[in-house]
């Protein structure tokens, strides 16, 4: 209202020298818009012009002394920048965001985002109701249409079409079921070369060194699947597969002893180490961080240092697999997020230091 007053009193006061002196004011009106259009592209040099309210009264005020046709040349503005400074006085009249205590319904937090996102990567077949009811049971009430705008914003589709499980999932699934075996060679400082069977549980990656032995015979390796049975007990019946290579050191008998638990062997193809590939990892870690740095004596050399690696890989060393925990922890333990650097730290050598595990002082 005072802008509007203010604009009719100027253009009433500017239009009084007009009258006067039309002629020679129409000369001299160009030459000041140009100037002043000049004043404000100098103050914007960086960017577009940007006019401010003192500026557009005066582009308001001064096209009377200047002829019609000549409008177009002498001012940079169009027929459509008066309805666009009407439109924004307008809205800045009836703009009310400001008395707005709370704008709507509030947005979900981004907490509640990601607990939803979660259960709908790691569980393809579950619905928006199957994933409100995990989230109720967790304590958050969030109603089923909100987990569907979450998954839709996600790009998550529907299921159960949401997509099979991967590789990587499906093989996990079958892992809980599997154990592998495979024979190790090492060489000693009497350049003799002794064996040792190694059993690795795919599901939770725990190894086990059955025995060690310079004569290796299908007789030897069906004692060691027995003494197996006989230290896994009751967990030997989680176990549906065995996998080995076609050694002919592993005979019917040793099929037999697992036939007897109720686990199916499966041979792996001739010349293909990549059938049983977690074994053969882990008996390249067991040579890269033990074997190729210590020289081995005996027989019971060998043992020892593989019973204390073994010791050490299923109760310390973390793997990626299983979260970075080791093959013996509990599989809902989380790994301790809390700072507690006012605690010395401990350390614990392995083979004289080759191998170090860390803790906290109790």
């Not at 009249?93 to 907490?111: E, F, I, L, N, V």
């Amino acid at each position: 209202m005072i802008e509007a007053l203010v604009y009719r009193v100027a253009r009433k006061l500017l239009s009084v020298p007009v009258l006067l002196l039309r002629r020679q004011v129409a000369k001299d009106a160009e030459p000041l818009v140009l100037r002043h259009e000049n004043a404000v592209l100098r103050r914007q040099l960086a960017g577009p012009a940007r006019y401010e309210s003192a500026d557009r009264l005066w582009f308001a005020a001064l096209p009377s002394p200047i002829p019609r046709r000549r409008w177009a040349q002498v001012f940079p503005v169009t027929p459509n920048t008066l309805p666009a400074w009407h439109r924004r006085l307008v809205a800045r009249r009836w703009d009310y965001s400001k008395r707005r205590s709370k704008p709507g319904r509030p947005p979900t937090a981004q907490a509640i985002k990601e607990l939803v996102l979660r259960p709908a990567e790691e569980n393809p077949r579950w619905g928006c109701r199957r994933i409100q009811g995990e989230l109720a049971r967790l304590g958050h009430r969030v109603a089923a249409s909100t987990v569907w705008e979450i998954l839709t914003a996600a790009g998550v589709g529907p299921a159960p079409r949401r997509g099979g499980p991967t590789w990587r999932e499906f093989l996990t699934a079958q892992a809980d079921g599997i154990i592998a075996c495979d024979l190790l060679h090492i060489d000693l400082v009497d350049l003799r070369r002794v064996y040792a069977m190694v059993f690795l549980e795919h599901g939770t990656r725990r190894l086990h060194i059955a025995g060690v032995t310079a004569h290796p015979t299908a007789q030897w390796t069906v004692q060691q699947a027995r003494n197996l049975a006989a230290e896994l007990g009751l967990r030997f019946e989680s176990l549906r597969f065995l996998i080995r290579d076609r050694d002919s050191k592993y005979t019917e008998s040793l099929d037999a002893v697992f036939a007897a638990e109720g686990i199916e062997t499966l041979s792996t193809a001739p010349g293909s180490p990549r059938m049983n590939a977690h074994c053969e990892r882990v008996i390249g870690t067991l040579r890269r961080e033990a074997l190729d740095h210590l020289l081995l004596l005996n027989e019971a050399h060998a043992r020892r240092v593989l019973d204390v690696y073994a010791h050490h890989y299923n109760g310390h060393r973390p793997h990626q697999a299983r979260g970075q925990r080791p093959p013996l922890a509990d599989d809902s333990a989380m790994l301790c997020t809390d700072e507690r650097t006012t605690q010395p730290l401990v350390r614990t050598r392995i083979f004289g230091g080759l191998i170090n595990e860390y803790r906290y002082a109790a």
